[in-house]
């Protein structure tokens, strides 16, 4: 059993974030994504637009995703790879080298980001439509 995992806010869920799940799945037998709880981003300097337990609802409708878990700081990576037995840790390439640290216990991969679309953008679009 391989196990992935990967961890982000995942908010206005769109293409860009299921490309990357799909990828991230297809390296082994089980998907766990860590979502970035509303007082995470706070700390990220994010506020999503969508509230955590909608965008963790959202993940587990993703038949992509076999389990959602709580990103609640940034320090928890190492104990999730040791306590969920994970093999890869996988992220998009706007992370690259970023968690290169976790290479002592299992697999980074830093996967291409889909192009022309992004959260940020959607928000953008949203708003310029209201006028
Ligand atoms: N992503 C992608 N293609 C896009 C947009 C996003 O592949 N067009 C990927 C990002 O690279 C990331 C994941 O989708 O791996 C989730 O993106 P965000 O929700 O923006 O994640 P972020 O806020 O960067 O949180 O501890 C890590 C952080 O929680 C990551």
């Known amino acids: 059993m391989t196990t992935v995992i990967t961890y982000g806010t ?9 490309r990357l799940l799909e990828r991230l ?17 706070a700390l990220k300097g994010k506020k999503a637009a969508v509230g955590f337990a909608d965008r963790c609802e959202i993940l587990r409708a993703v038949r992509h995703v076999d389990l959602v878990i709580p990103e609640c700081n940034w320090g928890q990576k190492r104990s999730d790879i040791v306590n969920y037995g994970v093999d890869i840790f996988g992220m998009g390439d706007d992370w690259a080298g970023r968690f290169d640290d976790l290479r002592s216990l299992c697999e980074v991969v830093y996967l291409p980001r889909t192009r022309g679309i992004s959260t940020t953008d959607l928000k953008r679009e949203v708003a310029a439509a209201r006028g």
Do not use: Q
């Not at 799945?25 to 981003?41: K, M, P």
């Open 10 to 18: 995942f908010d206005l869920f769109h293409v860009g974030h299921v």
């Open 25 to 41: 799945r297809a390296l082994g037998d089980r998907l766990i994504v860590a979502v970035s709880t509303d007082e995470f981003n």
